[in-house]
C-alpha cells in the first residue's frame, strides 16, 4: 500500500484530492493537514511514501517543507501543487528534489499519473513544465555552444598546436621538441591557452577537450 498525506489550506480541497487519491489500486491517505508547520510534523510522525502538497500554504510554504523533511532525514516524495509555472519555482523544485510538479488547473487523470509515476520511484513534472525546462536547456546549451566558440576562435595557431599535443598527452619536453620552441615559449603558449579556455590545469584541459568535439575538431 502507498500512503499518501494530503497539504492543503483549502479545507474544502482536500476531500476531492483524497478521492482522486483513492481511485488508485494500493494507494490510501493516510494524514492532513492545512499549513506547512503542522505539515511537517505530521510527515515526520507518519513519514508518509508520497506528500500532495499546495505551494502556498501558509506559516510554511511547499519548498519549505521539502527543506525541512530533507533536514530530517524524512524520505516521503512531495508532488508539488501550483498555478504558477516560471523558471525560479522550476529551479527550486529541482533544488529540493520535487518529486512531482502538477498545476491545478489540470485535470484529474494528471494527478493519478503524477502519483503512479512517483511510486515507481520516477519524477513527474506536467508537460507545460517540462517543456519549459527543454526550452530553458536549449537555451543554456546555446548559450555554452556561443561561448565555447569565443573562446576556441580566440586562439592562436600556436596555442591551436599546444593544445592538441597536450590533449595528445605529450609532456613539455615533447611539445617543445615538437614544435621547436624553447620551454618559456611553450609555458607562454600553455599559460595564455589556460586562461582563453578558462581552465585551471593541464587535466582540466584535457577533460574539457574530450567532452567537446568542437574542440576535437582542431584535431582533424
Not at 507518519?46 to 502556498?56: A, E
Amino acid at each position: 500500500m502507498t500512503n499518501v498525506f494530503i497539504v492543503d489550506d483549502h479545507k474544502i480541497l482536500i476531500p476531492g484530492i483524497k478521492m482522486i487519491v483513492e481511485s488508485l489500486p494500493n494507494f490510501s491517505v493516510v494524514g492532513d493537514a492545512n499549513d506547512g508547520i503542522t505539515a511537517v510534523k505530521e510527515i515526520t510522525q507518519l513519514k508518509p511514501d508520497i506528500c500532495i502538497v499546495d505551494l502556498s500554504i501558509p506559516l510554511l510554504n511547499g519548498f519549505g517543507v521539502a527543506r525541512k523533511l530533507i533536514e530530517g532525514h524524512i524520505d516521503s516524495k512531495i508532488i508539488l501543487l501550483t498555478s504558477y509555472v516560471d523558471d525560479s519555482l522550476i529551479s527550486r523544485a529541482l533544488q529540493y528534489k520535487i518529486a512531482g510538479y502538477v498545476l491545478k488547473e489540470n485535470n484529474t487523470e494528471e494527478l493519478k499519473r503524477a502519483l503512479t509515476e512517483v511510486r515507481e520511484g520516477n519524477r513527474y513534472f506536467t508537460p507545460s513544465v517540462m517543456t519549459k525546462m527543454v526550452n530553458k536547456l536549449e537555451q543554456f546549451e546555446a548559450e555554452n555552444s556561443a561561448e565555447q566558440e569565443k573562446k576556441i576562435h580566440s586562439l592562436t595557431p600556436k596555442e591551436q598546436d599546444v593544445l592538441m599535443l597536450v590533449a595528445n598527452g605529450m609532456s613539455g619536453k615533447q611539445i617543445c621538441s615538437e614544435l621547436n620552441i624553447t620551454e618559456s615559449t611553450m609555458k607562454k603558449h600553455k599559460t595564455s591557452l589556460l586562461k582563453k579556455m578558462k581552465v585551471s590545469t593541464t587535466n582540466e584541459l584535457i577533460a574539457l577537450v574530450n567532452k567537446d568535439t568542437r574542440i576535437a575538431r582542431l584535431f582533424t
